[in-house]
């Protein structure tokens, strides 16, 4: 068991640098496609489209077959259309290719994390902590190597290529490194039962799932967009790397240290509220002071949004797995769909505004942080589905 789980999270690192490795450039790479600030948000529009319509999917058909397969398949894809990311210059080829990397990123989106919820131990929390933050650090080398090939390389497609070379190393790590055993106990699933699963859900769930996408819609934007903000300061690919470094750094810090001591003294709902109340407040206070010194108030005030960021997410998964009405894989698959479509709708109008209105759309995003936690109080003062 301890293998199993070292080789896990040794792969959670991996899996955060290699899907992060072209982020702090693409919005340079972007610009010199001179695709507009619309499709901007349409690319990772569609990206999470396809992890929306296919979690529940991946997740549901983890529950009859070998995850490891199914991992590599999904890197296997994933790297595929992130080659043709960089080989194309068609933005409307290229919102093809973002939709089928969506499919396939679900599937080791949702299996590596059902792989980990459904091991048999009992520092689970503590193990989830571990995981999240892994994914969190491999991101951070991912975006600070990522900026600094971007200012090595003069044609930048060569990043995406190598991403995708990254990519076809993890397909053939996922046959090794995942125990590839069928269930033999586990009931013949329809591949697409999660449209069932939802009329079984408790009420207070519907409303979970609804606050899970909207603070995605906020955590999604702030990502794209921020790295976009600072490309039009005209700041380095290898800055945005160094401020994504850093955020990484304060989240294995956050999820090392705080998260694991927070989920042992308090309710995880009770944790998610706070913290979707403080990333908000403190990305609000970033962009609402005057934007001359905003690299010095990402460094500050926006770090402290991070750490908030960093609770959320842990946090609201345990609550999660406290609910039994339906089975890991499904409950995970559906949260993963609401994940998406948080970051379908988000970009897609975050596209839109940002070429209207400019940093301004920082404070709305801040803003629906906010209302988010408001929405969690009302659910929790319900006695939520349970809490």
């Given at each position: 068991m301890l293998k199993r789980i070292i080789y896990l999270q040794f792969f959670a690192f991996l899996l955060?640098?290699?899907?992060?490795?072209?982020?702090p450039i693409t919005p340079a790479y972007l610009r010199v496609l001179k695709v507009d600030d619309y499709f901007f948000g349409l690319f990772f529009a569609a990206?999470?489209?396809g992890i929306f319509l296919a979690a529940p999917f991946w997740g549901?058909?983890?529950?009859?077959?070998?995850?490891?397969?199914?991992?590599?398949?999904?890197?296997l894809g994933y790297g595929l259309s992130q080659f043709l990311f960089g080989y194309f210059d068609n933005q409307y080829l290229i919102l093809l290719v973002r939709f089928?990397?969506?499919?396939?990123?679900?599937?080791?989106?949702?299996?590596t994390l059902t792989?980990?919820?459904?091991?048999?131990i009992n520092n689970?929390?503590?193990?989830?902590?571990?995981?999240?933050?892994?994914?969190?650090?491999?991101?951070?080398?991912?975006y600070l190597i990522g900026g600094l090939l971007g200012d090595y390389f003069d044609d930048l497609k060569n990043i995406f290529y190598l991403q995708a070379g990254f990519s076809m190393i993890l397909f053939l790590l996922a046959f090794f490194l995942f125990e590839n055993k069928e269930d033999q106990k586990q009931e013949k699933r329809k591949l697409f039962p999660a449209l069932k699963e939802i009329k079984t859900l408790p009420k207070g769930l519907y409303l979970l799932f609804i606050v899970v996408m909207i603070a995605n819609i906020s955590f999604i934007s702030f990502a794209r967009y921020l790295d976009l903000y600072l490309t039009d300061l005209n700041h380095l690919t290898s800055t945005i790397g160094v401020v994504n470094f850093v955020t990484g750094i304060i989240t294995i810090f956050v999820s090392l240290v705080v998260v694991?001591?927070?989920?042992?003294?308090?309710?995880g709902l009770k944790i998610v509220v706070i913290s979707l109340m403080g990333a908000g407040l403190f990305s609000f206070l970033t962009f609402i002071l005057p934007q001359e010194g905003v690299i010095y108030f990402i460094f500050?005030?926006?770090?402290?949004?991070t750490g908030f960021k960093t609770v959320y997410e842990p946090a609201m998964i345990a609550h999660l797995n406290e609910q039994k009405v339906i089975n890991t894989g499904a409950l995970m698959g559906l949260r993963q769909s609401a994940l998406a479509l948080g970051a379908v709708l988000g970009p897609a109008i975050a596209g839109v505004l940002y070429g209207v209105i400019n940093f301004y759309l920082f404070i709305i995003l801040a803003s629906l942080l906010m209302l988010a936690s408001l929405m969690l109080m009302g659910y929790q003062n319900k006695g939520g589905a349970k809490t």
């Open positions: 955060g640098l290699v899907t992060n490795l072209v982020h990206m999470n489209l549901n058909l983890g529950n009859t077959k070998t995850k490891g397969i199914l991992i590599g398949i999904g890197f089928t990397a969506g499919i396939f990123t679900a599937s080791f989106q949702v299996l792989y980990l919820l459904e091991m048999p689970k929390k503590t193990q989830l902590s571990i995981y999240l933050a892994l994914v969190v650090l491999g991101g951070s080398f991912g694991p001591f927070l989920l042992r003294k308090y309710q500050s005030l926006f770090m402290v949004y």
